[in-house]
């Protein structure tokens, strides 16, 4: 059987059964002990790092996604600034082979084309002389060839240094972009990589809660995944009490309850969210002769957020379902 670190107010010299139907005197109402008990959040870095900022305390309350601690990140950010550099870097390739030649290059290419249509023209005049020469006999067979060799070459450079134009104006090859389409990809998802290790040495509060407690000081070094920061949210505030077998049968998941506790002023209303099957005996902090033999059972509920700020893990509490 377990054994509940739990406190339990002396029993009135009656039965539990007259307990859970009502108590003994005629102004009291069926109550079972307990206490209040909380569920902390305890918030850590994936990363080590030396302990830079810690601007929350002890018992501080602090609303969602304000800063809990800073480790520090020099190698991070440097990390961050590469992998963005060579993004950057591959994003402008990228743009360079989609866009083919750079203008002044074309431009070249467009200044050869027009010195080679001029020597084509003059070659294609020079074919046309040569040709009605040979027809009156004044020239040999073997200047005509050359002239007409020549006017052929030079009409074959035209056409070269046209082809050369249009490939200049040419994005790169399908298999290049594809390449430097996955280059700029892989780069993209380093950097996203370098921001979350550098977003993991600066942590924020997952949810509105009391800092029960800061497990490092400023300047130690803190190992990764060792918690720096312990919340407690309000929503993780329950409250555990125990009922005898005789009492079980009235209560049900989903039963409202009112829990008294000192210093907390009006009833606390609850909700039970849980009910063990398994008995055990009497936590032996709450021992009595009366009720040291007796076997009972763990009862779970849940304050409302706005009300779970009046109770303190540990806090004794006393549970009356209704």
């Given at each position: 059987?377990?054994?509940h670190p739990?406190?339990?107010?002396?029993?009135?010299?009656?039965?539990?059964?007259l307990?859970?139907?009502?108590?003994?005197?005629?102004d009291?109402?069926?109550?079972?002990?307990?206490?209040?008990?909380?569920?902390?959040?305890?918030?850590a870095s994936s990363?080590a790092?030396?302990?830079?900022?810690?601007?929350?305390?002890?018992?501080?309350?602090?609303?969602a996604?304000?800063p809990?601690?800073?480790?520090e990140?020099?190698?991070?950010?440097a990390?961050?600034?590469?992998?963005s550099?060579?993004?950057?870097a591959?994003v402008a390739?990228?743009?360079d082979?989609?866009?083919?030649?750079?203008?002044?290059?074309?431009d070249?290419s467009r200044?050869?084309?027009?010195?080679?249509?001029?020597?084509s023209r003059?070659?294609?005049?020079?074919l046309?002389?040569?040709?009605?020469?040979?027809?009156?006999?004044?020239?040999?067979?073997a200047?005509l060839?050359?002239?007409?060799?020549?006017?052929?070459?030079?009409?074959?450079?035209v056409?070269e240094l046209?082809?050369q134009?249009?490939?200049a104006?040419?994005p790169g090859?399908?298999?290049?972009?594809?390449?430097?389409a996955?280059?700029v990809?892989?780069?993209?998802?380093?950097?996203?990589?370098a921001?979350?290790?550098l977003?993991q040495k600066?942590?924020?509060?997952?949810?509105?809660?009391?800092?029960?407690?800061?497990?490092y000081?400023?300047?130690?070094w803190?190992p990764?995944?060792?918690?720096?920061?312990?919340l407690?949210p309000?929503?993780?505030?329950?409250?555990?009490?125990?009922?005898p077998?005789?009492a079980l049968g009235a209560?049900?998941?989903?039963?409202q309850a009112t829990?008294?506790?000192?210093a907390?002023?009006?009833p606390?209303?609850?909700r039970?969210?849980?009910?063990?099957?398994?008995?055990e005996?009497?936590?032996?902090?709450?021992y009595?002769?009366e009720?040291?033999?007796?076997?009972?059972y763990?009862?779970?509920?849940?304050?409302?957020?706005e009300?779970?700020?009046?109770?303190?893990?540990?806090?004794?509490?006393e549970?009356t379902?209704?």
């Open positions: 059987m377990r054994i739990v406190l339990r107010r002396p029993l009135p010299a009656c039965s539990l059964v307990l859970a139907l009502g108590g003994c005197g005629k009291e109402h069926a109550f079972f002990q307990g206490y209040a008990e909380g569920e902390y959040v305890y918030v990363e790092g030396r302990l830079a900022e810690l601007p929350v305390r002890r018992g501080q309350q602090v609303a996604d304000a809990l601690f800073a480790l990140a020099t190698r991070e950010i990390a961050r600034d590469q992998a550099a060579q993004l950057a591959a390739q990228q743009e082979i989609a866009t083919g030649k750079r203008p002044a290059e074309v070249v200044a050869q084309l027009a010195q080679a249509e001029a020597a003059r070659s294609a005049a020079q046309r002389r040569d040709t009605d020469q040979f027809r009156i006999g004044g020239i040999a067979r200047q060839d050359d002239s007409r060799e020549q006017a052929q070459s030079d009409a074959a450079r056409r046209q082809a134009l249009e490939v104006r040419l090859r399908d298999e290049q972009r594809r390449a430097q996955a280059e990809d892989a780069a993209r998802a380093a950097l996203a990589q921001e979350w290790t977003a600066r942590l924020a509060a997952p949810a509105a809660g009391l800092v029960f407690d800061t497990l000081r400023v300047g130690e803190v990764a995944g060792s918690p720096v920061v312990s407690l309000p929503g993780n505030i329950k409250v555990r009490f125990f009922v077998e005789e209560l049900k998941v989903g039963q829990v008294r506790c000192d907390c002023g009006d606390i209303p609850v039970i969210d849980y009910i063990s099957t398994q008995a005996y009497t936590p032996p902090v709450i009595s002769r009720s040291r033999s007796k076997l009972v763990m009862v779970q509920a849940r304050p409302a957020p009300a779970a700020t009046r109770l303190h893990p540990g806090q004794p509490v549970a379902p209704q």
